[in-house]
């Protein structure tokens, strides 16, 4: 069962990155084709002559400075639309995490996060993750959560501020394992492209889950099963 959930968590993550990459190139292909329509239209009609017969040589442009003024209006906005929607990107991160203290457990991870970029420096959106734990075959998480990163330099190069704060859902199958989870990290940014970034990043992730202390009781109590964690994000 845990590992049917796993397999949808991973099938749905890349499902949902490359879906919103092709709606949102399609968008941008078809702003563009109505800018260069937009920017073309109406600039070149034939003149009609006094006698009534159509002038097969000569083209008259009526209100030349009023078309291409409107036009360049139509252009930036539309210019405009497509950069906006070129702020929104999709990432998929994998990485490794260790446990510390008593209850940390080492674990696979996977994110996929959607973020909206406000600006060369600050971006947040939402994620969906999955975590499996080797301790135990039935320890797999799904957080979900509120993504937030701030890049400190408009360079090809740049550190880092990330922050994942959310629940995770089914940690523990025959356990009470919904808990709270935050995981702040910093590293590395590397710009690829025009719209992405590979980012490598450590971090600490909180992990709360209820932990059965002894097996011979049906008590628990809230536990920190998370640790530090390596990751490489690919954002696109």
């Known amino acids: 069962m845990q590992k049917n959930i796993l397999i949808l968590v991973l099938l749905l993550s890349y499902s949902f990155v490359f879906a919103q990459k092709n709606i949102q190139d399609t968008i941008n292909d078809k702003l563009f084709q109505e800018v260069i329509e937009s920017a073309s239209d109406g600039l070149l009609k034939p003149e009609i002559e006094n006698n009534n ?22 252009s930036e906005k539309k210019s405009a639309d497509i950069n906006h929607l070129a702020n929104f990107q999709g990432g998929i991160e994998f990485g490794y ?14 994110n996929v996060i959607s973020e909206y970029k406000f600006n060369p420096y600050f971006s947040m959106g939402l994620g969906l993750g999955a975590r499996l734990y080797y301790e135990d075959p039935s320890c797999i998480g799904i957080p979900i959560f509120v993504h937030f990163m701030v890049r400190f330099l408009d360079a090809k190069v740049s ?11 089914n940690v523990f199958e025959y356990r009470n394992g919904n808990g709270f989870m935050f995981n702040p990290s910093v590293g590395v940014s590397i710009k690829s492209g025009d719209q992405s970034f590979i980012n ?37």
């Open 53 to 74: 017969k159509e002038s097969s040589s000569i083209f008259n442009i009526p209100g030349i400075e009023g078309i291409m003024e409107c036009a360049s209006i139509n």
């Open 97 to 110: 995490g260790v446990g510390i203290g008593e209850y940390g457990i080492n674990n696979l991870r996977i």
């Open 159 to 169: 550190p880092f501020l990330t922050s994942n704060i959310g629940y995770a859902l």
């Open 200 to 236: 490598i990043g450590l971090g600490y992730e909180l992990q709360m889950a209820a932990i059965n202390t002894f097996y011979s009781s049906y008590d628990s109590e809230l536990q920190n099963i998370g640790g530090l964690n390596l990751f490489v994000l690919f954002m696109f």
